[in-house]
């Protein structure tokens, strides 16, 4: 009897023991802990991705299949599933497959879910990395409170040719404001660390250069060299992987003859082997069948082998992973431990996600209602929209406009619109939550300015059967105020634009207004840079208002009568001629620079100005802002040293104000040609009318490095100029120093 209740004693022991342990299991244990329960055909499941536009609603027999996929456990993500009662519905359907593994839910939430923010390349006028993780934060509270766990963002393709529609969803031009953007978006769709309740899981897209498609047209070919991928467009997907991002996806273009699907130079030597990569890739829509398109593979059992040994680990929507798989395995062309690393990867994250303790986690209606109710989601859209907005012209500072009873024309096909202020990739919008400029002015004006309005013509057609009227209210007002522009589904992607002016009859309407002998400013609205010479010209004010979001409205309207300075600074160059693309502010030096004096066997062009119509990093403000007393600490620094360089900036203006004020390098000699001038570093800095404030900014080795010959991370001894200034052709000091 004794060793009967001894035995039994030990075996309760031994069970409370291991109940322990299992609750302290780390992730990894966890994982393979499932996977040993898989069989093949369930772990194929989990790499493939379904669209839930086909999975809700009325059963047909697209859906039903589907529906019996999740079921027997043969996908492992959906997409395009909105809503806490969807999602929910979804997810009871994989709680009957054998082992209960859970979805992940993904969508592209690029700039707001329920709240639209500007779209990211306007956000990123703003400079504020504050402000754009906090747009990106609360995208993933709405969103996360919605049952969604998985964004497609950020996007942090460098684009520099403004043809390309999804400029739009990027960062601009540089590398180094990019990067820093990057890590800000990533940290606000996640925050600190994955399986928050107010969090998403962030995917850092494209995978690679899809922002330098030849002539600016989607879904083309990128052929580059390897020092230019490295030195310019990989540092942003570096960056995202420091801050943590969870996942990747590939992009839709060739690199150097292969589709990034099936590149394993990009996922397997540099992702997941240089930089350590422990997240997942995932396909964009269909990439992996698309090769057979591209010529690079025969069919869809090729292309599944091809990306797969290369690395793509989630096949969105082509079907090739989930029919061809098993078979490629059972005839040893793939390696069953590819698949076995892939599955790891993405249990992983559902794992961090804390889906296997609870599927439903995220299905909270209560928490939804909270969320996309909440006045200070509304709120911080104005701020970031007012941030956004860039002030291009103002001659005899004829902005602020003044409220003393005069009359003033709204005039164009911008005016009245709200659809077209949230632009592209609009998540799950209300259009009833927008304000459009015409309200917002009409709120800001009150009883002290009369309004007119006319649209003037039309932006998809030529219609000008208002011209005349707007033509005569202009002349009937004291100014005008006119909203020019793209339309709001003109951008983003498969919306490659060859001329990238005014769209319609819009110049021939400003330019008859601008007869009249009237004061004319405009708000130009768009998802890209565009080209407008004659209202360059001729117009008394310029804002640049992008697309920016449900609060455009008020935004410009606070803009436009002063009660926000304008303080946002361009993120790519304005090109003068669509002949200049790509143009940026960081072109190579060369051996016969050009010179204002001729343009004899001088680079550049004999027919155009060189410049930019608009320069990387400029913005005007309503205020006047004073560089002086620039001081390096030191001259001479080691590899390990600091140089601290201090200056004074001033606000000698009126108005309260920001600045961004900008750090560029120079680097005169080098074993690689380097670009005239780097931007390295920026500040946000608000002044009051006549307050002063000292400005540091720290130089270490790392901002004086380059990638050189052998694609190695290097810096090198020798001079080089710092230049600080309030955009990079507006340098208002600098100084040397020296590495040794």
């Not at 077209?420 to 009883?447: C, H, P, V």
């Not at 004020?661 to 002044?687: C, E, G, M, T």
Request: with cysteine; aromatic share 10%; hydrophobic share 40%.
């Amino acid at each position: 009897m004794y060793k009967i209740r001894e035995t039994i004693i030990a075996i309760v022991f031994t069970s409370m023991h291991f109940s322990a342990l299992a609750q302290h299991k780390t992730i990894d244990q966890r994982v393979d802990s499932v996977m040993r329960l898989m069989t093949l055909d369930e772990k194929i499941g989990q790499l493939n991705q379904y669209s839930g536009r086909e999975a809700t609603g009325p059963v047909t027999a697209r859906n039903s299949g589907i529906l019996d996929d999740i079921k027997n456990g043969k996908v492992g993500s959906m997409l395009n599933v909105q809503g806490v009662n969807n999602v929910r519905q979804i997810q009871a359907v994989a709680m009957q497959s054998r082992l209960k593994i859970p979805l992940l839910f993904g969508m592209d939430v690029i700039h707001g879910y329920k709240t639209i923010f500007p779209e990211p390349l306007a956000e990123s006028a703003s400079w504020d990395l504050a402000a754009i993780r906090q747009s990106s934060h609360i995208a993933a509270v709405e969103a996360a409170a919605a049952g969604l766990n998985w964004t497609f963002a950020p996007m942090v393709d460098i684009a520099r040719d403004p043809r390309w529609g999804r400029i739009m969803e990027g960062a601009g031009e540089d590398t180094y404001l990019g990067s820093e953007i990057a890590k800000a978006r990533v940290l606000g769709f996640q925050g600190e660390k994955l399986g928050g309740l107010d969090a998403l899981m962030a995917c850092a897209k494209h995978f690679a250069a899809y922002g330098a498609v030849s002539s600016g047209r989607d879904y083309n070919d990128v052929e580059m060299s390897e020092h230019q991928l490295w030195e310019t467009f990989l540092p942003p997907f570096k960056a995202s992987v420091d801050a943590g991002v969870a996942t990747f996806m590939s992009s839709f273009n060739t690199l150097n003859g292969v589709p990034t699907a099936a590149s394993n130079y990009l996922q397997r030597d540099i992702l997941k082997g240089k930089w350590n990569y422990k997240g997942f890739v995932v396909s964009d829509w269909g990439s992996i069948d698309q090769m057979i398109k591209w010529g690079y593979v025969k069919d869809k059992k090729d292309g599944a082998m091809k990306a797969l040994i290369s690395g793509c680990d989630m096949d969105m929507m082509s079907d090739s992973y989930i029919n061809n798989l098993k078979q490629l395995v059972a005839e040893k062309q793939v390696s069953i431990k590819l698949i076995n690393d892939a599955v790891k990867r993405i249990l992983y994250k559902k794992f961090e996600l804390g889906l296997f303790d609870d599927p439903y986690r995220f299905c909270n209606e209560e928490r939804q209602r909270k969320a996309w109710s909440n006045p200070a989601h509304k709120e911080a859209a104005l701020r970031t929209a007012e941030k956004s907005i860039v002030l291009l012209k103002n001659s005899s500072n004829i902005l602020p406009l003044q409220k003393h009873g005069q009359t003033i024309a709204l005039l164009g096909p911008l005016v009245k619109s709200k659809r077209d202020l949230q632009g592209n990739w609009i998540g799950a919008a209300e259009f009833g939550r927008i304000t459009s400029m015409y309200d917002g002015l009409i709120q800001k004006g009150g009883n002290d300015v009369h309004f007119t309005y006319s649209a003037g013509c039309t932006i998809k057609s030529n219609d000008t059967t208002s011209m005349g009227e707007a033509v005569q209210m202009a002349k009937r007002a004291d100014m005008v105020v006119m909203a020019l522009g793209e339309a709001g589904d003109m951008s983003g992607e498969s919306r490659s634009r060859a001329d990238i002016g005014l769209p319609g009859r819009q110049m021939e309407l400003f330019n008859a207004v601008k007869a009249t002998g009237k004061p004319v400013v405009v708000v130009l609205m768009a998802g890209r840079p565009m080209i407008f010479k004659e209202i360059a010209d001729k117009a008394d004010a310029i804002l640049y208002a992008w697309f920016l979001g449900d609060e455009g409205g008020p935004a410009i309207a606070n803009v436009l009568f002063g009660d926000y300075n304008p303080s946002g600074k361009l993120p790519v160059t304005f090109p003068r001629s669509v002949g200049q693309i790509p143009l940026t502010y960081d072109g190579y030096k060369t051996g016969h620079p050009f010179t204002t004096s001729s343009t004899q066997y001088q680079t550049g062009y004999i027919d155009v100005p060189n410049a930019p119509r608009y320069a990387f990093g400029y913005g005007l403000s309503y205020t006047n802002f004073k560089y002086a007393d620039l001081k390096l600490d030191k001259t001479s620094m080691a590899r390990t040293g600091i140089i601290t360089a201090s200056f004074t900036l001033s606000n000698t203006g009126k108005y309260a104000g920001e600045e961004v004020v900008q750090l560029y390098i120079n680097d005169p000699v080098a074993s690689v040609v380097q670009p005239i001038k780097k931007l390295k570093d920026f500040q946000n800095i608000p002044l009051k009318p006549g307050e002063s404030k000292t400005i540091t900014f720290k130089i270490n080795n790392e901002k004086l490095s380059f990638y050189n010959q052998q694609l190695q991370w290097v810096s090198e001894p020798g001079d080089f100029t710092l230049m600080i200034g309030s955009a990079s052709d507006d340098i208002r000091l600098q100084s040397n120093f020296k590495l040794q």
